[in-house]
């Protein structure tokens, strides 16, 4: 069975970094563009960061540059989300997916098969 597993989500305070972690397994990784998402409550799930397949191209949600990254390590199947300089408004629920190539759009949540349980971030003001 396919299963991603998020992990490293919890309370931290305006300006703190944290780092998310997604164990894959159940699937050839490496052929997979990996992808982040949150949700925040009463709110549409939100495009974070993508990395493709190949780890040479990224994808990252405008309000996110220079304060996110995304990177994946291949050999430990998993992929991870660097997250810096939080806000308030980062709070939501981060989850990670799975996208076959050629399978949609990397920003949409339509491109992705498969599903972590997700996270949850809360920053305090």
């Known amino acids: 069975q396919v299963q991603l597993v998020e992990s490293g989500g919890g309370l931290v305070q305006a300006g703190d970094s944290l780092r998310l972690s997604c164990a894959a397994s159940?699937?050839?990784?490496?052929?997979?563009?990996m992808g982040w998402f949150r949700q925040a409550p009463g709110k549409e799930r939100e495009f974070v960061v993508a990395i493709r397949w190949s780890g040479s191209t990224t994808y990252y949600a405008d309000s996110m540059k220079g304060r996110f990254t995304i990177a994946r390590d291949n050999a430990k199947s998993t992929v991870y989300l660097q997250m810096n300089s939080l806000k308030f408004e980062d709070t939501a629920v981060y989850y990670c997916?799975?996208?076959?190539?050629?399978?949609?759009?990397?920003?949409?949540?339509?491109?992705?098969?498969?599903w972590g349980q997700g996270t949850q971030v809360t920053v305090s003001s």
């Open positions: 159940g699937l050839t990784f490496s052929s997979y563009t």
């Open positions: 997916a799975a996208a076959q190539p050629y399978s949609g759009s990397a920003y949409s949540t339509l491109a992705y098969r498969y």
